[in-house]
């Protein structure tokens, strides 16, 4: 499997829908009552984890058509082997039919819309989570952590509709 | 109590350094579920589910449960095996044993397992992680559907369901075909819902309220009902006398709650067989108020369950008369009041019970009456026999119940002895019966610290009371006086119309026995017509002579059958009823006894049970 597959897996299955997501699952039942905690202060969403993962995801994105694209294959064992001239032409003519082939830049833009829809989400919820603990008003933090919850899973999906290997053009 | 779910995975049933396993913590609070693992991380748990829909055991299904950084992680197959088996088997009676605890109600089961060896930077991502191997992550190499596999193959009954944070696509067809129920994603925002509406539908789950037991026989009929409760239709409940229809009925009531109903809606329960044909419209449509006459107002059965339920009970009982007003009020869901030309709109769902086989009822059911009874379906409620585990719980609950109404007596334990006295009884008259015998146990002797097995007073002449009412009750139904009567034809016409559909294993199951000892009588009879019919008739012996050979070459209609081969088959056919035989048949008995002393000789009850 290449590397930006395993990559991908790590953030999408552990940490975004293993934990993230599962996460603010637990957090909002705590909101809507269904759950007693001890400390309230441990079970409330961390912003910096999600800023971090955010950011990471948009990395990878944007590194999908260097690492998954078949003009990638020139750099490696046998096709770096080809002659300097064919080098020159032949992987951004392969790679352009990739991307149309596959719509790759569609899917590119999609993504970034849920990223950018995630973030705007993001920022929504903590900043109604940002007031002192002891003036959290519950029903007014639900709205924009459903919101963000629902945010991030449109995300979660759009990366997973990305291959995870190779495909020729 | 709450029903127990197995969880297998290689995340959230792992132990952690410190025991607090937050991945965990946070699972259960998605999908409401109580952690009953019951090690370091389960204890060290800080939060509290108010409305836990399920209790959860975690199972790490690899070696080590407890991996630090330089462990190797494997799966473990053989491990995952035995703890589904000691939630089976242990449980519930699967293994024949006394009940302690429901068995699992359903396994969730995860499809990707990483293994390898746990490195600093697979531990930090989360702790006792190994890096994984190529493979672990792909489709083709999910130990969860190898997993899948094993349990599917060992245990069928159990509900599998996936639980995964993979895609359902690329699995989808493989966990169908290996006997997954569904997939559940485990990022999924209405998790919770989800879980608790795959548990309702498959889910085996006892009634806490009513119906007492964890055999499997009784979960599988509650799941029966739980479905049959999606839809508000009209249900019928089958069972043996004693079985606990009504109980069952008060469960389907209770599950088939609408949803946010807020009030308890009506549940109203009747006898057909109490349904006169001159009064029975008054009982169920009510009366009209007249003030000329002075008559008063009487709210009809249906009104009284408007919104809720109407349960009749022997509904095999109900006159014909009454059979059919019942048909119009289940087609246009109106009634009538008796002295009124008004119909009232009533929204009742009507659960009718019997033991009666409804469909080849001699003295006729209304077939058009049966379809509208179960457009629901039919739940079969099975007989004590079928779950005999449960009668150390059954027989818990009765000695309590009756030392409560005795006041004054003490309070026993059960000897192991007095219940391998009650398992050892096939109950013909099921839970009723075993109710009976245990309240006049505690009765008899209520100063004792223990009942025992000589307190018990079960099975006395109950076997013959049973067979004579059975007969009786055929006789006034007019079964066997027609057969009598009318002969062959009617025989055969009630032959064709026994149906020995899936419905009836059940009941069958335990009665193997009787079935086949009524099976030889009529061949005994069959080949006694034989016998008359080949009897070789002299001037001097007009009543004729028994000839074994031809009458058992007819009979089978084997001609090439020797003389001797037929006295063996006479011999072993007789042989199981011979402290019965009279006439003909006692003399062909006794004459192929005569001329094959030397073959074996077979005991009434070993044919009746095996050769025939």
Redesign the interface.
């Known amino acids: 499997m290449r590397a930006w597959a395993v990559w991908r897996g790590r953030l999408n299955h552990d940490r975004l829908r293993n934990g993230l997501l599962i996460r603010l699952a637990g957090f909002r039942k705590v909101l809507e009552g269904q759950i007693e905690v001890q400390d309230l202060d441990e079970v409330l969403p961390s912003q910096d984890e999600s800023t971090v993962l955010l950011t990471e995801i948009a990395y990878l994105v944007q590194k999908f058509p260097d690492e998954m694209s078949p003009r990638a294959l020139f750099e490696e064992a046998p096709l770096c082997h080809c002659d300097d001239l064919v080098r020159v032409w032949l992987p951004q003519a392969i790679h352009s039919v990739w991307m149309e082939k596959f719509q790759i830049a569609k899917l590119l833009s999609d993504t970034e819309i849920a990223i950018r829809d995630t973030r705007q989400a993001h920022e929504d919820f903590f900043d109604e989570l940002g007031v002192p603990p002891g003036q959290l008003r519950f029903p007014a933090v639900l709205r924009p952590l459903v919101t963000f919850q629902q945010q991030f899973s449109i995300l979660s999906a759009a990366i997973s509709r990305f291959p995870d290997r190779i495909l020729p053009p | 109590m709450l029903a127990r779910i197995l969880l297998l995975d290689d995340?959230f049933g792992r132990n952690v350094p410190g025991g607090r396993n937050a991945?965990r913590?946070?699972?259960?609070?998605?999908f409401?579920l109580k952690d009953a693992t019951g090690d370091a991380a389960a204890k060290a748990s800080?939060?509290?589910?108010?409305?836990p829909i399920a209790e959860v055991v975690f199972y790490r299904a690899q070696t080590p449960t407890s991996a630090e950084i330089g462990s190797t992680v494997e799966n473990d197959l053989q491990g995952v095996l035995e703890v589904v088996r000691r939630g089976w088997y242990k449980a519930a009676g699967n293994s024949g044993q006394a009940v302690v605890w429901p068995p699992w109600a359903m396994v969730l089961l995860d499809l990707?397992f990483y293994t390898g060896r746990v490195t600093e930077e697979s531990h930090r991502?989360?702790p006792g992680m190994p890096e994984g191997r190529?493979g672990d992550?792909?489709p083709g190499g999910y130990f969860g559907l190898m997993l899948l596999d094993a349990i599917h193959r060992e245990i069928p009954e159990l509900p599998i369901f996936i639980l995964s944070?993979?895609?359902r696509e690329e699995v989808s067809l493989e966990f169908s075909r290996r006997g997954a129920l569904g997939f559940i994603a485990?990022?999924d925002?209405r998790?919770?819902e989800i879980l608790e509406e795959a548990l309702g539908q498959h889910g085996l789950l006892p009634d806490y309220e009513g119906l007492i037991g964890n055999s499997l026989p009784l979960l599988i009929g509650l799941r029966e009902a739980r479905r049959a409760t999606r839809h508000r239709e009209n249900l019928l409940i089958r069972g043996e006398r004693g079985t606990g229809k009504e109980l069952l009925a008060r469960y389907v009531h209770r599950m088939g709650r609408r949803v946010g109903e807020t009030e308890e809606s009506p549940f109203v329960t009747v006898n057909s067989a109490v349904f006169s044909p001159t009064l029975f419209a008054s009982e169920l449509f009510g009366i009209e108020p007249r003030t000329a006459t002075g008559v008063d107002a009487k709210v009809g059965l249906f009104e009284m369950a408007h919104r809720g339920d109407l349960f009749l009970d022997e509904i095999a009982d109900m006159p014909l008369e009454v059979q059919a007003s019942l048909l119009r009020v289940l087609q246009e869901r109106q009634i009538t009041r008796v002295g009124s030309r008004d119909p009232r709109n009533v929204d009742v769902r009507v659960l009718s019970a019997t033991n009666a086989d409804l469909e080849n009822q001699v003295r006729g059911f209304r077939s058009d009456l049966l379809d509208r009874l179960r457009p629901g379906g039919t739940v079969w409620l099975p007989p004590l026999r079928e779950r005999q585990s449960d009668i150390p719980l059954l027989v818990e609950r009765f000695v309590r119940e009756a030392e409560t109404q005795r006041k004054g007596s003490l309070r026993r334990d059960i000897t192991p002895e007095a219940f391998e006295t009650l398992c050892g009884y096939d109950w013909p008259g099921n839970i009723r019966e075993l109710r009976g015998a245990v309240f006049d146990a505690v009765n008899r002797f209520p100063d004792v610290e223990y009942l025992v097995a000589e307190h018990l007073r079960i099975g006395e002449g109950k076997r013959d009371v049973v067979v004579a009412e059975s007969r009786e009750a055929k006789i006034a139904a007019g079964q066997l006086a027609k057969i009598e009567e009318t002969g062959l034809g009617a025989l055969l016409s009630q032959l064709a119309g026994t149906s020995f559909d899936a419905h009836h294993v059940g009941e069958w199951a335990g009665r193997l026995a009787e079935l086949q000892y009524e099976h030889l009588r009529l061949v005994a009879r069959m080949l006694q017509a034989a016998l008359e019919a080949t009897k070789r008739r002299t001037p001097e012996k007009p009543e004729g002579i028994i000839q074994i050979h031809p009458a058992v070459k007819l009979l089978t209609g084997d001609s090439a059958l020797s003389a001797s081969q037929a006295a063996d088959l006479l011999k072993r056919l007789l042989g199981a009823l011979e402290d019965e035989l009279e006439g003909d048949l006692r003399a062909a008995y006794e004459t192929a006894v005569r001329l094959r002393p030397k073959s074996a000789s077979i005991s009434a009850r070993k044919a009746a049970t095996t050769e025939v």
């Open positions: 995340l991945d913590e946070n699972l259960c609070a998605h409401l800080r939060q509290r589910i108010l409305k990707c991502r989360a190529p992550d792909q944070s993979k895609s485990r990022d925002l998790g919770s």
